[in-house]
């Protein structure tokens, strides 16, 4: 029985939501002349969606471009008497898009948390200026969101939907000759996408990792500056950005225009860190700025030594730790004693960003005492382990050669009688 209602659940309910949402789009062509019209001509726009989030608002064609979406007559539907105005000019979109997006009176009908200084945002963007001056190659309102098929963010298909901005963006970033026209270099997708962020969200999926407009901005999109970069990667690695921010190196930064972050990790294509960042080896970053002889030097290579020795004791642990657990004795202790050296290992890593060899070697030095207390208890657990297995070798000797001589005994026995 139960089994039965579960199919009937399965079978109706589709059935009665395709049957709703038939019925709600004969609704929509019999009010919308529009709609009708144009499909009955093959006219619908190439990007026109039934998904779209104005269209299920019943906002349809005449909530955008005016006109009378009740009559089948062209003339009168589209009369500019009843306020038909048609394609908006590329310069008039954000406006065109603002008439609904900036008022709160009409927003708070549909969506009352959105914002609504998109347009206000907009034209302090660089998109926005250039648009006002006359450029109309850049990014406006429908470049981004579309003009037919638009739906919210949190909705997979939404061409703003996490996964989907690099892609969207690169419409127009990935464009080498749009892009040479204003000297910016067309492979930010090919960085981003091979970039620690980028494997997190284009290959794991996972919507945390920061996309285009998590660094750039969303409408007010703008290259973070000398100043505001730190913070950008702040929003995220708040520790690293404190850790920075009160570190000797911030202000001879700020003098240099270095960017903060991206001066050692990079832009798009950040590469996932190492230790081998740190010191004054071939992949160091280090050494970028600093030779031999200058303190800058000496205390990169400090910092280096002190994270290659300690992560050099807690990998010796984690493999004692192994044994132990192979030889199955008890790993109980010694794994809670390596989570908290793992924790002092990543907090090391950075405090690196404050450039002080005393602070990571305080950090590396709780560490190092953590992960001795672990060793130390690792190899009584394996000496205990062997000491268990010799004196059971042993005792199985000694029972052997009872065993033997108990035999030899008995055969003894038999010949005297």
Do not use: W
Not at 86 to 91: A, F, H, L, M, S
Not at 331 to 345: H, K, M, P, T
Request: proline share 4%; hydrophobic share 30%; aromatic share 6%.
């Amino acid at each position: 029985m139960k089994k039965r209602l579960i199919y009937l659940t399965l079978i109706i309910l589709p059935a009665f939501a395709i049957n709703n949402f038939a019925q709600n789009e004969k609704k929509l062509d019999k009010t919308d002349q529009c709609v009708a019209c144009h499909s009955e001509n093959d006219m619908l726009p190439a990007d026109y969606s039934d998904y779209d989030v104005h269209r299920h608002a019943d906002l349809s064609c005449s909530g955008c471009h005016g006109g009378d979406k009740t009559s089948s007559d062209q003339d009168v539907a589209m009369s500019p008497a009843k306020g038909f105005i048609g394609v908006p000019d590329k310069k008039d979109i954000p406006k065109f898009c603002g008439k609904c997006h900036s008022s709160i009176n009409v927003m708070r009908t549909y969506q009352p948390r959105i914002a609504t200084d998109q347009v206000e945002q907009y034209y302090t963007s660089m998109h926005g200026k250039r648009l006002i001056a006359g450029d109309k190659n850049v990014a406006e309102c429908t470049s981004c969101h579309t003009a037919h098929s638009i739906l919210p963010a949190g909705d997979p298909r939404s061409t703003v939907y996490a996964l989907n901005v690099p892609k969207t963006c690169n419409k127009c970033h990935g464009n080498k000759e749009l892009m040479d026209k204003y000297k910016l270099p067309s492979n930010q997708m090919e960085e981003y996408s091979k970039s620690v962020h980028g494997i997190e969200l284009l290959e794991k999926k996972d919507t945390g990792a920061p996309a285009c407009n998590d660094c750039h901005g969303n409408h007010g999109a703008m290259p973070p500056g000398v100043n505001s970069i730190s913070h950008v990667c702040g929003t995220c690695h708040v520790n690293n950005m404190n850790y920075f921010s009160a570190s000797p190196m911030a202000k001879p930064f700020e003098e240099l225009d270095y960017h903060g972050c991206e001066q050692c990790h990079g832009n798009h294509g950040v590469k996932k860190t190492n230790d081998g960042m740190i010191g004054i080896g071939e992949n160091s970053v280090c050494i970028d700025c600093h030779s031999e002889g200058d303190a800058g030097y000496l205390t990169a290579q400090v910092i280096s030594s002190y994270l290659f020795k300690f992560n050099s004791e807690y990998n010796l642990a984690e493999k004692k730790l192994l044994e132990v657990r192979d030889k199955g004795m008890n790993d109980v202790e010694i794994g809670f004693l390596l989570q908290d050296a793992n924790q002092d290992l990543i907090q090391s890593r950075t405090l690196v960003h404050t450039f002080d060899t005393t602070q990571v070697g305080a950090k590396i030095k709780d560490g190092f005492n953590i992960t001795n207390k672990a060793i130390k208890l690792a190899d009584a657990q394996i000496d205990e382990y062997y000491t268990r297995r010799n004196g059971f070798a042993a005792a199985t000797a000694i029972f052997l050669i009872i065993a033997i001589g108990l035999l030899l005994k008995i055969r003894e026995l038999k010949k005297q009688t």
